[in-house]
């Protein structure tokens, strides 16, 4: 859901929450029934409803009515419902986005931004629809121009009225318009994934890795999940229900990290340290930002432990 509040870009970087798990993000074709029919057995942090890539143009007006059924019928509590819509520059972009709207979802996902246009024009129609605040926007950066403007698109999500809230990388596309080859431990294209990850925190943004192609290459997949939590991101967005279990283990908390978390975080909580900002724990400086990040951490641990008792 939403993160409480609008935050200053200068300081956000600070105090970043992330609003609920976002560990595991599964892309679904929106027009897939039988697909969609197996969320409710997934164990994943979100869906994303795809009207965009995955749903062939002769399909996409009927892949709105299918994704309207499947949620009417079954909607989780436990899942961030999060909806592709194509284009605003095609023929479905605006008609998508009018359907969403009425879906409720958390948030809305945006392909091929480019500029911060894109999202305050979606921020216009959000507000001139009167659609709720907890209605957010994910932005696909899958361009070269949309990697440059990266800084920039996510300063409007903290504007007074911005609803942004998470960025996504889509090497596909980007691969596909600098001719950058899929080669393995994307060599050439880590810098463009580190800015996009910078602009993002920059402005208190969560940040999904890009998909895994070939979801069969289990090895393949759980070393690109370790890099990409390793560079900082959030999460991964997944093509395939296999993806989800090493996704939610690489981007979970490993138990000798929640321990140091606990130790940091009962240490400044005893009276003596108090009015501390740096403190000597076991021979190691520790100092209140590390107390930040242990909470922050903890916090994530509580919710994986409330989420793995969800029925």
Request: net charge negative; with cysteine.
């Amino acid at each position: 859901m939403a993160k409480a509040g609008h935050k200053s870009c200068m300081n956000s970087s600070i105090d970043h929450h992330p609003a609920r798990l976002r560990r595991s993000v599964l892309c679904v074709p929106a027009d897939n029934a039988r697909a969609l029919v197996k969320i409710a057995t997934l164990a994943c942090d979100a869906v994303i409803y795809d009207l965009e890539d995955a749903v062939s143009v002769d399909n996409k007006v009927a892949a709105r009515q299918t994704l309207a059924d499947h949620l009417k019928r079954e909607r989780r509590s436990d899942i961030e419902v999060i909806v592709r819509i194509n284009d605003l520059k095609t023929p479905f972009g605006e008609k998508d986005l009018a359907f969403a709207l009425t879906l409720s979802p958390d948030a809305i996902l945006l392909p091929k931004v480019e500029s911060p246009q894109d999202i305050q024009a979606v921020v216009d129609f959000l507000s001139e629809n009167d659609a709720p605040d907890s209605v957010r926007l994910w932005a696909m950066i899958e361009t070269p121009r949309g990697v440059l403007n990266a800084a920039a698109i996510a300063e409007t999500g903290r504007t007074r009225g911005g609803r942004l809230d998470c960025f996504v990388p889509g090497l596909n596309d980007l691969r596909k318009e600098t001719g950058v080859p899929a080669l393995p431990g994307r060599t050439y294209l880590i810098a463009w994934l580190m800015q996009i990850l910078l602009a993002a925190r920059s402005c208190g943004l969560d940040i999904i890795d890009a998909v895994f192609n070939d979801f069969r290459d289990v090895s393949g997949f759980e070393a690109e999940c370790a890099q990409g939590r390793d560079m900082g991101f959030d999460g991964k967005m997944l093509i395939h229900p296999a993806q989800i279990g090493p996704a939610n283990g690489a981007f979970g908390v490993a138990d000798a990290a929640l321990a140091d978390a606990r130790s940091i975080i009962d240490a400044f909580a005893l009276p003596e340290n108090a009015d501390k900002a740096v403190i000597n724990l076991n021979g190691q400086m520790v100092e209140r930002l590390h107390l930040d990040q242990a909470l922050r951490l903890a916090a994530k641990a509580d919710a994986i432990n409330t989420k793995g008792k969800t029925p």
